[in-house]
């Protein structure tokens, strides 16, 4: 079975940026990542396909976040501009994609997380 692997998390001010890596130990199909507040659900974020063609986000991050993926490397990113304070939460790479949707339960795989903390 893949692992996964995140980095990159961290502390940034509030309109800051970071850029988020997750190193799979495979080849990996449709990716996604998710992220968890204290306290909340964990909440899709953004998905990508196999090739890198399609992707989607949540509204919230539209415009502001950009995932992609580099195949030769087995490694997704999600690159990080213009942070709020309200994006903080520990930030998780998904794989093996299971069923339709974009709930946790999609996926069967996941990285152990990288936190990012947005300072307003």
């Known amino acids: 079975q893949v692992q996964l692997v995140e980095s990159g998390g961290g502390l940034v001010q509030a309109g800051g940026s970071l850029r988020l890596s997750c190193a799979a130990s495979?080849?990996?199909?449709?990716m996604a990542w998710f992220r968890q507040a204290p306290g909340k659900e964990r909440d899709f974020v953004a998905n990508?396909?196999?090739?890198?063609?399609?992707?989607s986000y949540i509204d919230s991050v539209k415009g502001r976040f950009t995932i992609s993926r580099d195949n030769a490397k087995n490694t997704l990113y999600l690159q990080m501009n213009n942070l709020k304070p309200e994006d903080s939460a520990v930030y998780y790479c998904?794989?093996?994609?299971?069923?339709?949707?974009?709930?946790?339960?999609?996926?069967?795989?996941w990285g152990q997380g990288t936190p990012v903390t947005v300072s307003s």
């Open positions: 990508i396909t196999g090739s890198g063609e399609t992707t």
């Open positions: 998904a794989a093996n994609k299971l069923r339709l949707g974009s709930t946790p339960a999609a996926y069967g795989t």
């Open positions: 495979g080849r990996t199909y449709t």
